[in-house]
């Protein structure tokens, strides 16, 4: 499935050296990775809550409560492990995980985003260990990754949240920290989680189902591009 032309044609005005700012989960690929990745490390007892609960209900409860406590929670919940531990296991996770789950058109998109000499990067609501991971199956740099973030001391996780964190209007605010520009392109699923990071750049493109979602209803209005997700 090829590109809508008039999409081509506005990454192909955009000037190079720009930034093109692309969400992860349901973005880049299917599903989610940051909640496949917490339920691979519970099954293999490396997260455990102190009452002996399940740890990914309590992650679904908190998310249902309020999303950005929830996401926060799921990078918490990694508190006191080796950093270069859990990199390692999301880099064998995400090899098998991400290339099944690619989204045709995001990624053809990507393509000429690099190809017109824009800069790729991931804004992610996911804990970063495993958006670096999930990146490097797409050849992204970790330079290039920002996702939620927890203080780190000795090597170890801790459950300090690093701010600004990277959900909704978040994602906007972590661009400039990491010396990125106001992106020419944002491409994005969410609504709550997307739609900031869409109306900062100067070419919007929402990926939806072919039914819809509350973002591509937003798009008719905003002007945005709307991308079709694979079945």
Not at 34 to 61: I, T
Not at 201 to 219: E, H, Y
Request: one cysteine or more.
């Amino acid at each position: 499935m090829t590109l809508p032309a008039a999409l081509a044609l506005a990454v192909r005005a955009c000037e190079p050296g720009g930034i093109a700012a692309f969400d992860a989960d349901g973005t880049l690929w299917r599903e989610d990775i940051g909640e496949a990745f917490l339920r691979h490390l519970v099954s293999l007892g490396w997260v455990r809550l102190p009452d002996g609960g399940d740890p990914y209900e309590e992650y679904e409860r908190r998310v249902d409560q309020d999303k950005r406590s929830g996401y926060i929670f799921a990078a918490q919940l990694q508190n006191g492990l080796a950093v270069a531990e859990v990199q390692a296991e999301a880099d064998r996770f995400a090899r098998e995980w991400v290339p099944p789950r690619l989204i045709s058109q995001v990624n053809e998109l990507r393509e000429l985003c690099a190809g017109q000499g824009l800069q790729t990067v991931i804004v992610s609501a996911s804990p970063v260990s495993i958006v670096i991971a999930g990146a490097k199956v797409l050849q992204i740099p970790e330079s290039r990754c920002a996702g939620i973030e927890v203080q780190v001391v000795d090597g170890r996780f801790t459950d300090e949240p690093v701010e600004p964190v990277t959900y909704a209007a978040g994602k906007v605010a972590a661009l400039p920290v990491r010396g990125w520009t106001r992106p020419a392109l944002a491409c994005g699923d969410s609504a709550q989680g997307d739609a900031a990071l869409l109306s900062a750049a100067r070419i919007g493109v929402v990926v939806a189902p072919p039914s819809g979602s509350p973002l591509s209803a937003m798009a008719r209005d905003r002007g945005w591009f709307v991308l079709q997700r694979d079945a």
